[in-house]
């Protein structure tokens, strides 16, 4: 089973960037496409942005494009999101995710890390 740990959130000011990190375990993760999701208070769970088993395609919601870049680095088993010119509205919990199933749904979910912006 695939264990997903996401790090990096905190508190910024408007304009600054933060740069969030999501550690697998159990197993590799460096053959599943992954993604990133955010959830607001009160809102449903939207997507951020996705990146293909070997990082050959990128996938971003409109609301992070020019802003948030997505990378992983399959040898430590890892995927980051970039986030630069932070807003107000990115404050949300961040959580990363990995399509481990045939399925190709999102099957594996990490605990997420808080992402608060102020203005």
């Known amino acids: 089973q695939v264990q997903l740990v996401e790090s990096g959130g905190g508190l910024v000011q408007a304009g600054a960037s933060l740069r969030l990190s999501c550690a697998a375990s159990g197993r590799s993760v460096s053959g599943y496409d992954m993604g990133w999701f955010r959830q607001a208070p009160g809102k449903e769970r939207e997507f951020v942005a996705s990146i293909s088993w070997n990082g050959g395609r990128t996938n971003y919601a409109d609301a992070g494009k020019g802003r948030f870049t997505i990378t992983r680095d399959n040898a430590k088993n890892t995927v980051y999101l970039q986030m630069n010119s932070l807003k107000p509205e990115d404050t949300a919990a961040y959580y990363c995710?990995?399509?481990?199933?045939?399925?190709?749904?999102?099957?594996?979910w990490g605990q997420g890390t808080q992402v608060t912006v102020s203005s």
């Open positions: 995710a990995a399509k481990t199933s045939v399925r190709g749904v999102y099957d594996r």
